[in-house]
Structure formats: C-alpha cells, structure tokens
C-alpha cells in the first residue's frame, strides 16, 4: 500500500513523520453493532457536503462552518466511544490478563528507539490507550507512518492473544481512534487519560497500581 500522511478508514486519519499521537483501540466486541452508528452517517455526510463544496468553489465560510461542525461530530463520536468502552462491558477476552497484558506490552514496546518513543500506555480489560511520538526516520532512513506502526501492532497481538486464548478470527476493531498531539498541554493530558483509566474505572485508587500500565520516566 502507497504510504500517505493521509488516509481514511471510517475516520480520516492523518499521519506525520516524527508527529506525537493519542490512540485508543478496542476489541471487537467491545462495542454493541450499531452503537455508534448514527455518528458515522453524520461525519460521513459532513465529509461529503465539504468535498462537494471545496468543488463548486463556495465561500470559505461555508466550508469552514461546515469543517467546524465536522470536527464537533466527531469529537462527540470519540467522546461516546471511549464512554462505552469505559462502561466495562464484559468480554470473552481480558486483554489485561498477565499473559495477554504481557503480549501487547512487548509489540507496544517492540518499536521503541527504532520507529517510536513511548510516553505512555494502558491495557484495560477490553480497550488500550497509548501515547507516543513517532520518529522521522527509522534507523534505515525510512519515513516512519502510524499506519504501518499500527498495522504492525494489530497483527502482532492478534496473533498472540488468538494463540492465548486457543482461539481465530479478527480480535480488533477495525478503528482506531488516533488524535495528533498539538502541544505540550494537551500531550499531559492525553497522559493523564490515559493512565488514569483504571481509576476512573474503580479498579484501583492510584495508577501506579494497575500492573498493565507506563509512563515514561519524564513525565513521572
């Protein structure tokens, strides 16, 4: 596949060498078919209404009127995402299980110093959220895209946690929710979120206790 800084899955992702990023993935089953729907028709309708007005030439103001109500959509869709993963549904799977947990700390951290530089995980039982700055280059001189780091991920930990739990078929969503980091106060709190999820969740009283959890040392 041809390596764009933009590409599109039901969310339009965009992917800048050497660009920090907030992600959130989830199991499949994680989220009720459906759940989200109405959100997806509305952004995919948003996204046609500002494609076909950059075409016809409208007003900038049409267009960002509408890009503003877009991004408002979709904020309220991540917004909703994270609220049901949150609710803790029960799964066939717990990914922060020690050996599952253990599968996705290695792949999170595989690329480390190579492609990546690691802020900040969390495995909760049927999501994950990880912060991180992708590199310019990796060490051969290749632009390094967060499509192929999570591409890589995915693949990795759904084969060993298939393997894990004697089981086959598709063990991610198939979105991932990535948010480009735009400075230094939204990374802290992209952190924050991140690590205090299993606080937020009642699992634990202080993330330092959540066995399935990181920081790198500079933001501790």
């Excluded at 912060?131 to 280059?137: M, N, Y």
């Excluded at 051969?140 to 089981?167: A, C, H, M, P």
């Excluded at 202080?206 to 399935?212: E, I």
Aim: net charge positive; proline share 3%.
């Amino acid at each position: 596949m041809e390596k764009k800084e933009f590409y599109r899955q039901y969310l339009p992702h965009f992917q800048q060498p050497g660009q920090a990023y907030f992600i959130t993935w989830s199991l499949k089953e994680a989220i009720p078919a459906l759940a989200l729907d109405s959100y997806t028709k509305k952004i995919e309708l948003l996204q046609n209404q500002i494609k076909m007005q950059k075409i016809i030439k409208s007003k900038d103001s049409v267009i960002e009127n509408l890009e503003k109500e877009y991004h408002l959509v979709r904020r309220k869709y991540i917004k909703a995402f994270n609220d049901l993963l949150d609710v803790e549904q029960k799964s066939s799977i717990n990914l922060s299980g020690p050996q599952n947990a253990q599968a996705v700390i290695s792949s999170l951290r595989y690329w480390e110093g190579k492609k990546l530089t690691n802020y900040a995980f969390t495995i909760m039982s049927n999501h994950i959220h990880w912060v991180f700055a992708t590199h310019s280059k990796d060490e051969k001189g290749n632009l390094v895209y967060l499509q192929d780091i999570l591409k890589s991920v995915k693949q990795f930990t759904s084969n060993q946690i298939n393997k894990l739990e004697g089981r086959k078929g598709t063990l991610w969503q198939k979105e991932s929710f990535d948010t480009t980091i735009r400075n230094q106060e939204h990374l802290f709190n992209a952190i924050n979120y991140t690590l205090n999820n299993p606080v937020k969740a009642g699992l634990v009283s202080d993330w330092r206790l959540w066995p399935a959890s990181y920081c790198a040392e500079i933001f501790l």
